[in-house]
Nanobody, 124 residues
Framework: QVQLVESGGGLVQAGGSLRLSCAAS????????MGWFRQAPGKEREFVAS????????YYADSVKGRFTISRDNAKNTGYLQMNSLKPEDTAVYYC?????????????????WGPGTQVTVSS
């Protein structure tokens, strides 16, 4: 089992930045692909970014490419999502997830472990 807890969400103005963290405990976090997803009210959960177990490879949704950066520090059992140039349409609950899959596989049901989520609100 892997337990995940997100933090770092909040309210920010458009154009601003936030850094989300995902703290992991339990089984070896470093052996799993980590992903970030988000879900806005009334919408399906959507893929944001993923990173390989080593951190060497990353993959982004087109909507966040060039603005968001995913990273991880396996020594600290922590993953990160740096979000810059935020837009009101980025407003959502953000979730981190972990699983044994490829970084290009973006379907939420392919991830095994999930955090409870953290709210990000971007005002215009």
């Amino acid at each position: 089992q892997v337990q995940l807890v997100e933090s770092g969400g909040g309210l920010v103005q458009a154009g601003g930045s936030l850094r989300l963290s995902c703290a992991a405990s339990g089984r070896t976090f470093s052996s799993y692909v980590m992903g970030w997803f988000r879900q806005a009210p009334g919408k399906e959960r959507e893929f944001v970014a993923s990173i390989s177990w080593s951190g060497a490879n990353t993959y982004y949704a087109d909507s966040v490419k060039g603005r968001f950066t995913i990273s991880r520090d396996n020594a600290k059992n922590t993953g990160y999502l740096q979000m810059n140039s935020l837009k009101p349409e980025d407003t959502a609950v953000y979730y981190c997830a972990a699983g044994s899959l490829g970084i290009y596989e973006t379907a939420p049901w392919l991830y095994t472990y999930w955090g409870p989520g953290t709210q990000v609100t971007v005002s215009s």
